[in-house]
T-cell receptor, first 115, second 116 residues
Framework: KAGVTQTPRYLIKTRGQQVTLSCSPISGHRSVSWYQQTPGQGLQFLFEYFSETQRNKGNFPGRFSGRQFSNSRSEMNVSTLELGDSALYLC??????????????FGPGTRLTVL | AQSVTQLDSHVSVSEGTPVLLRCNYSSSYSPSLFWYVQHPNKGLQLLLKYTSAATLVKGINGFEAEFKKSETSFHLTKPSAHMSDAAEYFC??????????????FGPGTSLSVIP
């Protein structure tokens, strides 16, 4: 079974631009979560989608948004990019069958650099 | 509110010696607790998880962790370190609230170095 895939793996943008990141979960997984990882702030939860609905949201500004499609693939969008948005963005999927603990399977991440 | 503290930002051990990575948590509910490992330029991999079953949890690659409610701790151990264990380790708490899909809190991470 294929793992979680994220595209692109690397991205360079300039301030003020917007960016869209994509995540394809493991087949059969309906929950997709997004995280931002930076050296200063560590891993921070952005949001979680389940069956095309945002179920949980972390403490990020409205410039960060996401969506999930009917095939469970998810996209994350960041508008009006700031230098501080440079980070590794990780996507994780989990299966609703795993009720105890909901193990998350992580993708390799998208490395975003904002210049 | 939930929180996770990893007491050491960096731990260095010699190959073949025991590993201890410390984690303390705060949660109003009975939490689910996890340890993840992240090797350089790779995604996060689950090592083990505690979900209110046995308090001593065995994971992959010889790691295990013990849930101690009285100490609000979930320390990760391994009897004998291997060079391939060098990585970043994250303690994670999850589960405050009524649904099982509640917000996940990652600890700041502990970088483990293994000296040959």
């Amino acid at each position: 079974k294929a793992g979680v895939t994220q595209t692109p793996r690397y991205l360079i943008k300039t301030r003020g631009q917007q960016v869209t990141l994509s995540c394809s979960p493991i087949s059969g997984h309906r929950s997709v979560s997004w995280y931002q990882q930076t050296p200063g702030q560590g891993l921070q939860f952005l949001f979680e989608y389940f069956s095309e609905t945002q179920r949980n949201k972390g403490n990020f500004p409205g410039r960060f948004s996401g969506r999930q499609f009917s095939n469970s693939r998810s996209e994350m969008n960041v508008s009006t990019l700031e230098l501080g948005d440079s980070a590794l963005y990780l996507c994780a999927s989990s299966s609703p069958l795993d009720q105890d603990g909901n193990e998350q399977f992580f993708g390799p991440g998208t490395r975003l650099t904002v210049l | 509110a939930q929180s996770v503290t990893q007491l050491d930002s960096h731990v260095s051990v010699s190959e073949g010696t025991p590993v201890l990575l410390r984690c303390n948590y705060s949660s109003s509910y009975s939490p689910s607790l996890f340890w993840y490992v992240q090797h350089p330029n790779k995604g996060l991999q689950l090592l083990l998880k505690y979900t209110s079953a046995a308090t001593l949890v065995k994971g992959i690659n010889g790691f295990e962790a013990e849930f101690k409610k009285s100490e609000t701790s979930f320390h990760l151990t391994k009897p004998s370190a291997h060079m391939s264990d060098a990585a970043e380790y994250f303690c994670v708490v999850k589960g405050e609230g009524k649904t099982s899909y509640d917000k996940v809190i990652f600890g700041p991470g502990t970088s483990l170095s293994v000296i040959p």
